[in-house]
C-alpha cells in the first residue's frame, strides 16, 4: 500500500529544457527548469540518446536542492512516440525503452521522458512510470476513415493535457471522467479538439501533422487539391511543404507572427488582416468542436477549452459565441502537464487504477 503523500518525481524533457517536478501525493513540493546549450545536446545523434546526459544533470539538481533520492516512490516521465496504445498510466518496461531508442514514430525529446525515468528507476530501485503520451489512440474504427484508402486517420494529440483538464471539469459537474461526455480543446502552437465519451478519446484531429483547425504555427487542414497542385508545382520540395504545414503555416504564414498578444495589439491599433485571421482561427476551432459534437451525438456534457491561447479572454469569447448553445463552457488557461504526470502516478500508487503494461 503507496504511503499517503508518497514522494514523486515528474520529468518532462523538451528540445532544449528538461523541467522536472517533486510533489508529495497531489501537493506540488517545487519545480525546477533546467535549461541545456544547445551546443552540448548537439554532441548527440539522436534526441533520445540525450537520456543519461540529462539525468546527471537532474540528479544533481536534486542533491543541490537537498531531496533524499532514496525516498523517491516513483518517477514519472513524459510519454514519447510510443506504438499507439490506450490512455493511462504505464510502467515503464524494456520493450518501450526499446521503442524510445529506435524512435518507433520518430525522434524527439519527449521520447527521454521515459529514457530517463527507467535509468533513474535501476539506480534508484523506485517505480517508474509514463502517463498519456501523445501516441494515445483510442478512436472507433469509423473515425479511422479518411475517404483515401491509401491513408488512415490516426491519433495524434495532446493527451496529458486533454485529458487531465477533462478529469478536472468532470470533478467541478460531480462525476467521474468516464461517466461524462466532454469535448476538449487544447490550444497552442498546435490546437487538437478531441471528443471524449466516458474516458476514451473517440475521436481527435491529428494536431502534429496539420489536421483541424488552423493553429499560430501550423496550417489545419486545407483545400486538397489546391495542395497537391502546389505539392507538384516544381516550386517546393518536400521539405518545404513540410514547413508550410508545421512551423510556417496557419497564423504566422498570414501576419508574420505567432503570438497571439502580438496579434491582438495590432487589432487594437485597426489592423484589419490582423483581425480576419484572428476571428478565422477561433473560426475553425468552433468549427471543429461543433463536429465533434455531432461525434458525441448532441449528448456532450461540457466544452473545455485549454492550453496557452485560453489566457486570451478575447479569443475564447469568439469561440464561446460560436459553441455555447452546445454545452457549458469551461476555461483552463495554460497546461497542466506537470501536474498531469503526477497525478498519473499517484492513482496508480493508491490503486485508484491498475498500472498498464505497455
Known amino acids: 500500500m503507496a504511503k499517503e503523500n ?9 528540445s532544449t529544457t528538461t523541467k522536472i517536478g517533486i510533489f508529495k ?12 546549450k544547445i551546443e552540448e545536446l548537439s554532441r548527440f545523434n539522436k534526441a533520445s540518446d540525450q537520456d543519461l546526459y540529462r539525468m546527471e544533470i537532474i540528479i544533481k539538481v536534486l542533491r543541490e ?10 518517477v514519472i516521465g513524459r510519454g514519447g512516440l510510443l506504438r ?14 526499446a521503442d524510445l531508442k529506435k524512435g518507433f514514430l520518430g525522434d524527439h525529446p519527449s521520447n527521454c521522458g521515459g529514457l ?14 509514463i502517463v498519456d503520451p501523445v501516441v494515445v489512440d483510442e478512436l472507433e474504427p469509423v473515425a479511422r476513415i479518411s475517404g483515401m484508402p491509401l491513408i488512415e486517420r490516426i491519433s495524434i494529440f495532446h493527451a496529458l493535457n486533454q485529458k487531465a483538464v477533462a478529469r478536472e471539469v468532470a470533478e467541478k459537474l460531480n462525476k467521474s471522467y468516464f461517466e461524462i461526455n466532454i469535448i476538449v480543446v487544447h490550444m497552442g502552437g498546435g ?59 496557419g497564423m504566422v504564414a498570414y501576419l508574420g507572427s505567432h503570438d497571439l498578444s502580438t496579434v491582438e495589439k495590432r487589432i487594437i491599433n485597426g489592423d484589419e488582416k490582423a483581425s ?5 482561427m477561433a473560426y475553425q476551432i468552433a468549427k471543429e468542436i461543433a463536429a465533434q459534437a455531432a461525434v458525441l451525438e448532441g449528448k456532450v456534457d461540457a466544452i473545455a477549452l485549454t492550453g496557452g491561447i485560453a489566457n486570451s479572454e478575447k479569443f475564447v469569447n469568439l469561440i464561446k459565441k460560436r459553441v455555447g448553445f452546445i454545452a457549458p463552457v469551461f476555461v483552463s488557461p495554460g497546461e497542466q502537464e506537470m501536474k498531469a504526470l503526477a497525478l498519473g502516478g499517484l492513482r496508480v500508487l493508491k490503486g485508484e487504477e491498475k498500472v498498464k503494461e505497455y
Do not use: W
Open 25 to 36: 501525493g497531489k501537493k506540488k513540493d517545487f519545480t525546477h527548469t533546467i535549461t541545456h
Open 65 to 74: 536542492k537537498k531531496v533524499p533520492l532514496d525516498t523517491i516512490e516513483a
Open 84 to 97: 499507439p496504445i490506450e490512455g493511462g498510466t504505464y510502467a515503464v518496461n524494456e520493450q518501450m525503452v
Open 6 to 14: 508518497p514522494l514523486l518525481l515528474v520529468i518532462n524533457p523538451g
Open 191 to 249: 490546437i487538437t479538439v478531441g471528443a471524449h465519451r466516458n474516458g476514451r478519446v473517440i475521436d481527435v484531429n491529428n494536431g502534429l501533422d496539420g489536421d483541424g483547425p488552423f493553429s499560430p504555427e501550423r496550417s489545419g487542414s486545407v483545400p486538397v487539391g489546391s495542395l497537391v497542385k502546389a505539392a507538384f508545382s516544381g516550386e517546393y520540395t518536400l521539405p518545404d511543404m513540410k514547413k508550410l504545414i508545421k512551423g510556417h503555416g
Open 276 to 280: 480576419l485571421i484572428y476571428e478565422a
Open 116 to 129: 530517463i525515468a527507467y535509468a533513474i528507476n535501476r539506480a534508484l530501485g523506485c517505480k517508474a512510470f
